[in-house]
């Protein structure tokens, strides 16, 4: 079942209360992310990227996975 920007965006929220997220996509399938948080700040962008994964909960997860792609951009505020 494919799934919704807005279900994206609260399983993010919920690990990253304070971030400015915005998800976009219109098969509910291939969507993409753009996630802007103070808690990235002395990440580098793959553990930026994997924080945000996990906060999916196994949404991505192989072939059972109700997300197939995620185009995902992450960074600190400026």
């Known amino acids: 079942m494919p ?3 807005s279900e994206i965006e609260d399983l993010i929220r919920a690990s990253f209360p304070d971030a400015k997220i915005t998800v976009e996509g ?5 969507m ?3 996630v802007v948080d103070e808690s990235f700040r002395g ?14 909960k196994g949404k991505m997860d192989g072939s059972n996975g109700e997300l197939h792609a995620l185009a995902l951009t992450t960074r600190a505020p400026d």
Do not use: K, T
């Open 3 to 5: 799934m919704q920007a």
């Open 26 to 30: 219109d098969d509910g399938v291939h």
């Open 43 to 56: 990440m580098n962008r793959v553990q930026q990227q994997r924080a945000v994964y996990a906060a999916l």
């Open 32 to 34: 993409a992310a753009m």
